[in-house]
């Protein structure tokens, strides 16, 4: 766990990526929760989604971003796909630091 005092209080990483790399996820996730993290991940459904809560989940997504400090991105292989382009630049607009598993 790094050294923060904000609020005295564990770092908050918010995940983002494809959902084609939702075991990658899952690693990470496990990964930074042991190391004392508190981990914003994205919502998962256990099959098809409608537009409608494609829409609710990006939105909501957003939303954990700003609850975070920093995003890190599971980009497999250097992909990133549209949706985490735009988490991507709508982090970096925040002001949140940006990390990548892979290097892009």
């Given at each position: 766990?790094?050294?923060?005092?904000?609020?005295?209080?564990?770092?908050?990483?918010?995940?983002?990526?494809?959902?084609?790399?939702?075991?990658?996820?899952?690693?990470?996730?496990?990964?930074?929760t042991?190391?004392?993290?508190?981990?914003?991940?994205?919502?998962?459904?256990?099959?098809a989604i409608?537009?409608e809560?494609?829409?609710l989940?990006?939105?909501?997504?957003?939303?954990?971003?700003?609850?975070?400090?920093?995003?890190l991105?599971?980009?497999?292989?250097?992909y990133?796909?549209?949706?985490?382009?735009?988490?991507?630049?709508?982090?970096r607009?925040?002001?949140?630091?940006?990390?990548?598993?892979?290097?892009?």
């Amino acid at each position: 766990m790094n050294d923060r005092n904000v609020l005295d209080r564990p770092e908050i990483v918010c995940i983002c990526g494809s959902t084609r790399f939702v075991e990658e996820m899952r690693a990470a996730n496990r990964d930074l929760t042991l190391a004392g993290v508190i981990v914003l991940a994205p919502g998962e459904a256990d099959g098809a989604i409608t537009d409608e809560q494609k829409s609710l989940l990006d939105s909501l997504h957003l939303r954990k971003i700003d609850l975070a400090d920093r995003i890190l991105v599971v980009n497999q292989g250097g992909y990133i796909g549209e949706s985490t382009s735009r988490e991507i630049a709508y982090a970096r607009a925040a002001g949140k630091p940006v990390s990548f598993t892979d290097p892009v």
